[in-house]
T-cell receptor, first 114, second 116 residues
Framework: AQSVSQHNHHVILSEAASLELGCNYS??????LFWYVQYPGQHLQLLLK??????LVKGIKGFEAEFIKSKFSFNLRKPSVQWSDTAEYFC????????????FGTGTRLKVLA | NAGVMQNPRHLVRRRGQEARLRCSPM?????VYWYRQLPEEGLKFMVY????????ESGMPKERFSAEFPKEGPSILRIQQVVRGDSAAYFC??????????????FGPGTRLTVL
């Protein structure tokens, strides 16, 4: 069965530190890849997505992610975090054939200290 | 363009009662997905519907849960005879297409169900 792994469940950083959140998926076929963010008390918002083409994807709020097909990874990065980035981050995968449901990782809770 | 709407935002039920959660997709979206988020866990797919059709219900519990997306009106997720383990946040998402390059799901604010 397809699955998505986010290895860091809780991350604490100081403002201006660099961020990298890991995401790996298990599926041998073609996938679409997404990162969503959930700020406290709010619903999920799309940060960025990858369908095809340039494996380095830039999203909103200074986030980017790199798709490395050989490693089945889609890690999220930000060079300098802010206190307002405190949130939960979810990686998700959807298959490009058959059912199009999203498979989510368990999420990473990021806390940025001011 | 209004986003995905869900109501109620918070729902409290006693064990054995029915819970009815509503989702209005974004305008022009004909694909609706329901996900459940249990405490300290990620979102788990429940069901995927198009107008008047259930396409994939592989994530739905076999009993007490049902979903519909009628020709007119919102999608409904119905939980009969709720138990404490049903307490969770239920998110609805919609998309204009499924799969392919335009496959992006837009999420509603969720309904937080508490079963006493």
């Amino acid at each position: 069965a397809q699955s998505v792994s986010q290895h860091n469940h809780h991350v604490i950083l100081s403002e201006a530190a660099s961020l990298e959140l890991g995401c790996n998926y298990s599926y041998g076929g073609t996938v679409n890849l997404f990162w969503y963010v959930q700020y406290p008390g709010q619903h999920l918002q799309l940060l960025l997505k990858y369908f095809s083409g340039d494996p380095l994807v830039k999203g909103i709020k200074g986030f980017e992610a790199e798709f490395i097909k050989s490693k089945f990874s889609f890690n999220l990065r930000k060079p300098s975090v802010q206190w307002s980035d405190t949130a939960e981050y979810f990686c998700a995968v959807s298959l490009t054939s058959g059912t199009y449901k999203y498979i989510f990782g368990t999420g990473t809770r990021l806390k940025v200290l001011a | 363009n209004a986003g995905v709407m869900q109501n109620p935002r918070h729902l409290v039920r006693r064990r054995g009662q029915e819970a009815r959660l509503r989702c209005s997709p974004m305008k022009g979206h004909s694909h609706v997905y329901w996900y459940r988020q249990l405490p300290e866990e990620g979102l788990k797919f429940m069901v995927y519907l198009q107008k008047e059709n259930i396409i994939d219900e592989s994530g739905m519990p076999k009993e007490r849960f049902s979903a519909e997306f009628p020709k007119e009106g919102p999608s409904i997720l119905r939980i009969q005879q709720v138990v404490r383990g049903d307490s969770a946040a239920y998110f609805c998402a919609s998309s204009p297409v499924a799969g392919g390059r335009s496959d992006t799901q837009y999420f509603g604010p969720g309904t937080r169900l508490t079963v006493l």
